[in-house]
């Protein structure tokens, strides 16, 4: 498993230590390692994981309401990014509003791609 992470491994200090790994994931790749490990954890790292899994939300309210006021304003065509920007406040730059524009078209794009080979 440590393979497909960054990983690394620390020196031994005493010659009958065993290895000690370190890995440093975050966001969604660190929930799913969390949950992959999980099973072979003792009780008290299984609360860890379970309290750090249970308060990690990819996007906040605040995130959601703000990217949706964001794509309201994109797709009323009145605005360009930085009028957006200032619209919406929140100290958001042009290439923030941009970036979330740009999630969103991939995801209509990914939505509409995967209904096209429905079978009828």
């Known amino acids: 498993m440590a393979g497909r992470f960054a990983s690394s491994q620390f020196?031994?200090?005493?010659?009958?230590?065993?290895?000690?790994?370190?890995?440093?994931?975050?966001?969604?790749?660190?929930?799913d390692l969390m949950q992959r490990i999980r099973p072979m954890m003792g009780e008290r790292r299984r609360g860890q994981i379970d309290e750090a899994v249970a308060c990690w939300n990819p996007i906040s309210e605040r995130n959601r309401s703000r990217n949706e006021q964001i794509i309201r304003l994109y797709e009323s065509g009145e605005l360009n990014y930085t009028q957006i920007a200032r619209a919406v406040g929140m100290g958001l730059s042009r290439q923030a509003v941009r970036q979330v524009v740009i999630r969103h078209k991939a995801r209509q794009a990914g939505s509409s791609s995967a209904a096209d080979t429905k079978p009828l």
């Open 11 to 31: 020196r031994r200090p005493n010659q009958g230590w065993k290895p000690c790994y370190r890995m440093q994931v975050s966001g969604q790749r660190a929930v």
